[in-house]
């Protein structure tokens, strides 16, 4: 690769106007309307200095600097809050995912979950919610005399309550969960048909293994509540009217929550029935954590020549800084009521994860949703699952592990049965310090921040497309955004050279490539991925509608998809 190129993949400026315009908008400190950080480099210092505040004092000025070093160029990415909200005097959390409190089924327990989720997004955090311990619509409430709304209608307060919070601020972002066998899990499945409700919540059924194990005996399902049978149903019914909605309005989609709960390594403290509103964190009640993303494509090494490789020794040590970065956040953080500080503390979950997947494979010349492909990102994650491992053990040596870490009921997890044996090693003589250590997230907005490299685990959505963007002053403009590879090609080889076939977008796969992604980094995740099975419109039923038990079959812990549609519309207007 030549030189000049080589130091332009790699420098910390922005590389396409949308990034600076996502720094500015989202990330560039501002006091009083005036400007903090002058720079991105600002930005970075600002950062590391916040989250170093938790280290012994003769320590924070080495660790601050470790903490910009890898956040320079890109590489380390913490999640949106906090980039925008450490190192300021905002009251704000750290923490991007949250699930709430379970919700008690009475008006004063609905109404009391809905202030403390108000709070928290006040703070910026974007949750998740289980209705399924609210009783079925038409249940007999006694002390009131009267039949029960159930959880469709008490999920419309806290969409309110979203849009009231975040007015001004943008879309709010929820999950909302009910389990396949609640009375009115129908009503939950079509409860966004009018695409003017629900619009702040994403929704996804929890599905459980005998469920599963219905619709493939095709038998009869029971749906309950509180120990008693209210109605049967088929199970392959349930499960086609959960297909059909989803090809016709892309929700809701699943979760397999028994494999989540079972695949948990703190599965002997909690039960999981929810996720944040992108599901990249199973969280318990009062559950949060944390995030962080390492950019794969700034570890490429001379990319598009024959010599092109992943530099996995920066992957490694961009783990370790990355686990020290989000231990640090959870102490230096603000929280919206006790019981999530006490969750928080108590188990110190934390998401390390990768982004710009799609763009890595394309540098090396790998095509995304290969097995090829599969198997290096298999690789890729089974190094950041040790590594991340590896370094909260060793922060366990020097800080004590978890508070409600129990040695020998945490070692025997069939996740930390995976590592290497060194590690496991490691932990036996020192334990963790962390609960669980990894996901995947979007990371949409850090993605554009970054040069616009693709996002998360996904494919490339586009090569290039136009956006709209809102000035200051209420003013708008258009600007071409680049996808960073196509970017970076295009810089390496002139703007007419013929792309490599590698250069796969979104629609261009079928849904097994995208099933097969993600099932190849879940087994090495202890935390959730999220990860949206992008389909054409012209897609058949025939052709989709076993996508969700594809991913089931495939080991994944969940399953969403989009198709182009009336309700939602595309997600972005491409050429």
């Not at 396409?16 to 908008?25: D, G, K, N």
């Not at 619509?137 to 309110?160: E, K, N, T």
């Not at 000035?471 to 810089?491: I, M, P, Q, S």
Request: glycine share 6%; aromatic share 8%; with cysteine.
């Amino acid at each position: 690769m030549p030189q000049a190129v080589e130091l332009l993949a790699a420098k910390s400026s922005f590389d396409q106007p949308i990034a600076r315009t996502i720094w500015a908008q989202k990330y560039q400190y501002r006091r009083n309307g005036r400007a903090v950080d002058q720079s991105v480099a600002d930005t970075w210092q600002r950062v590391a200095a916040g989250l170093a505040q938790a280290d012994p004092a003769k320590s924070r000025a080495q660790t601050s600097q470790t903490f910009r070093t890898a956040m320079e160029g890109f590489k380390l990415l913490p999640a949106g809050r906090i980039l925008s909200g450490c190192g300021t005097a905002r009251n704000v959390t750290l923490s991007n995912t949250f699930v709430m409190q379970t919700i008690e089924d009475s008006v004063e327990g609905i109404m009391e979950t809905a202030k403390q989720a108000a709070l928290t997004m006040k703070m910026g955090g974007g949750l998740g919610y289980d209705f399924s311990t609210i009783r079925p619509r038409g249940a007999y409430v006694s002390g009131l005399d009267c039949p029960a709304a159930g959880p469709v209608a008490a999920m419309a307060i806290f969409d309110a309550v979203c849009a009231m919070v975040v007015k001004g601020m943008g879309r709010g972002a929820m999950m909302a969960t009910l389990r396949c066998d609640h009375p009115c899990i129908d009503e939950f499945v079509h409860a966004k048909s009018d695409p003017a409700k629900l619009r702040n919540f994403n929704m996804s059924v929890m599905v459980t293994d005998a469920f599963m194990a219905a619709v493939d005996a095709d038998t009869m399902w029971d749906l309950t509540w509180d120990g008693q049978v209210v109605r049967r149903l088929r199970a392959r019914d349930l499960w086609e009217m959960i297909m059909t909605r989803t090809y016709e309005a892309a929700e809701p989609g699943v979760l397999f929550i028994d494999r989540i709960n079972t695949m948990n390594p703190l599965n002997y403290l909690e039960d999981i029935r929810a996720t944040n509103s992108c599901a990249e964190q199973p969280l318990p009640p009062n559950g949060t954590s944390p995030l962080a993303s390492i950019n794969l494509a700034r570890l490429v090494r001379h990319p598009f020549t024959a010599e092109a490789h992943l530099d996995l020794g920066e992957l490694r040590r961009l783990t370790g800084v990355a686990v020290h970065m989000l231990d640090n956040a959870i102490d230096v953080s603000k929280y919206a009521n006790d019981l999530q500080k006490v969750e928080a503390f108590s188990k110190r979950r934390i998401g390390v994860g990768v982004t710009a997947v799609a763009d890595a494979l394309i540098m090396l010349g790998v095509t995304y949703g290969s097995q090829e492909a599969a198997d290096a990102v298999g690789q890729w994650m089974q190094i950041v699952q040790n590594a991340a491992y590896r370094a909260s053990a060793e922060l366990a040596r020097t800080r004590g592990p978890f508070l409600a870490y129990d040695a020998a009921r945490h070692q025997q997890h069939p996740m930390i049965a995976r590592l290497d044996p060194d590690v496991r090693q490691l932990i036996m003589r020192h334990g963790l310090r962390n609960g669980a250590l990894t996901s995947i997230a979007p990371t949409g907005t850090i993605s554009m921040f970054a040069g616009n490299v693709s996002s998360g685990i996904e494919p490339v959505f586009s090569r290039f497309y136009t956006r709209t963007i809102t000035n200051a002053n209420g003013t708008k403009r258009t600007e071409r955004v680049e996808d960073y590879a196509y970017w970076l090609f295009r810089h390496q080889f002139g703007a007419n050279a013929n792309l490599p076939d590698t250069f796969v977008t979104a629609m261009d796969l079928d849904p097994a490539a995208h099933i097969r992604m993600q099932a190849a980094a879940q087994y090495w995740v202890d935390g959730g991925i999220s990860k949206t099975v992008n389909c054409p419109e012209e897609i058949s039923f025939d052709a989709f509608k076993d996508v969700y038990h594809s991913a089931f079959d495939a080991g994944c812990k969940g399953c969403t998809t989009f198709r182009p549609n009336a309700t939602t519309g595309s997600i972005l207007a491409v050429p």
